[in-house]
């Protein structure tokens, strides 16, 4: 059975910050794209940042830019959403997602495996 198991969401104050982790079992993602994309209440789910097979390429939303920062370990088959200067507008559920194919995509209907998600909130 393959899952992905996001990790490290919580509670937070504006500035502070905190590391996603994406894990994933029942087969490799070494050759697949993997994205973060997050949902808040009311809102549609949208792209965060994406990184290729290799991790050379990577790509973020504008609103996260210069922020957070997306890594993988292939050898642990783990994915990570590192996020610092966090604002209130950034509490939302997070979720890890991998792609059908190696390089990045940006559209929430384009990844085929999805994560339950972690919720993070970002307090005033």
């Known amino acids: 059975q393959v899952q992905l198991v996001e990790s490290g969401g919580g509670l937070v104050q504006a500035g502070g910050s905190l590391r996603l982790s994406c894990a994933a079992s029942g087969r490799t993602f070494s050759n697949n794209a993997m994205g973060w994309f997050r949902q808040a209440p009311g809102k549609e789910r949208e792209f965060v940042a994406a990184i290729s097979w290799s991790g050379g390429t990577t790509r973020y939303a504008d609103s996260v830019k210069g922020r957070f920062t997306i890594s993988r370990d292939n050898a642990k088959n783990t994915m990570y959403l590192q996020m610092n200067s966090l604002k209130p507008e950034d509490t939302a559920v997070y979720y890890c997602?991998?792609?059908?194919?190696?390089?990045?995509?940006?559209?929430?209907?384009?990844?085929?495996?999805w994560g339950q998600g972690t919720q993070v909130t970002v307090s005033s």
């Open positions: 997602a991998a792609a059908p194919i190696s390089y990045i995509l940006v559209v929430v209907a384009q990844y085929n495996y």
